[in-house]
């Protein structure tokens, strides 16, 4: 399999469930994101990891934990959300340092819908 | 801090018709421009990207676009609309600190009508 896969692709959960969303990219990247896609809003960044280490982190509420235990996989744990969370996930890689860094490549992304 | 504006958040066009998707960027440093397509249930596709050099940049699907400093603009062009071009065009610009850091535009839903 190649590029970047997620799972699921589609998630359904109430404000009290705990879960988890997973990302795998298959191209040989060093670096991975989390993006929120929302209706009529700009996707908005919200974690980057870099060689495994976390460099970004806009704002995010801490019922969103990011997780990057090497450079091929990322997961959001998910707890307590609100029905403005719901929205699709996008996660996406890429490759390189300063200005020869790639494109990135995004996955097909989890629909999350919160209850 | 760097940003993006997309003019038009809806534009409609009929096949064979010319394509025209506007973007306008503001960045404190030289850009890496980009237009990335998303089809309905699926994540984004690079279209094309400038980093430096030709201004005129072509990508896939028979797509271009130009990055014009004196404009600050990179809108991208297709001479003649195809119905499988309808999807969702994202315009973005890049703050390369050792990543790739997306800073995406609003979007602009085409539509291609027979």
């Known amino acids: 399999e190649t590029g970047v896969t997620q799972t699921p692709r589609h998630l359904v959960m109430g404000m009290t469930n705990k879960k988890s969303l997973k990302c795998e990219q298959h191209?040989?990247?060093?670096?991975m994101y989390w993006y929120k896609q929302s209706a009529k809003k700009p996707l908005e960044l919200m974690f980057v990891?870099?060689?495994?280490?976390?460099?970004e982190n806009n704002s995010v509420p801490s019922r969103f934990s990011p997780e990057c235990p090497n450079s091929s996989h990322l997961f959001l744990h998910l707890h307590t959300l609100q029905p403005e969370d719901s929205a699709l996930y996008l996660c996406?890689?890429?490759?390189?340092?300063?200005?020869?860094?790639?494109?990135?490549?995004f996955g097909n992304g989890t629909r999350l819908t919160v209850t | 801090a760097q940003s993006v504006t997309q003019l038009g958040s809806h534009v409609s066009v009929s096949e064979g018709a010319l394509v025209l998707l506007r973007c306008n960027y503001s960045?404190?440093?030289?850009?890496?421009l980009f237009w990335y397509v998303q089809y309905p249930n699926q994540g984004l596709q690079l279209l094309l990207k400038?980093?430096?050099?030709?201004?005129l940049v072509k990508g896939i699907n028979g797509f271009e676009a130009e990055f014009k400093k004196s404009e600050t603009s990179f809108h991208l062009t297709k001479p003649s609309a195809h119905m499988s071009d309808a999807a969702e065009y994202f315009c973005?610009?890049?703050?390369?600190?050792?990543?790739?850091?997306?800073?995406f535009g609003a979007g602009t839903r085409l539509a291609v009508h027979p």
């Open positions: 996406a890689s890429s490759q390189g340092a300063g200005r020869r860094v790639s494109p990135l490549h």
């Open positions: 960045s404190s440093v030289p850009p890496y």
């Open positions: 191209l040989g990247h060093n670096a």
């Open positions: 400038y980093t430096t050099g030709a201004t």
């Open positions: 973005a610009v890049s703050d390369l600190r050792g990543y790739n850091k997306l800073i």
């Open positions: 990891y870099s060689l495994e280490e976390r460099v």
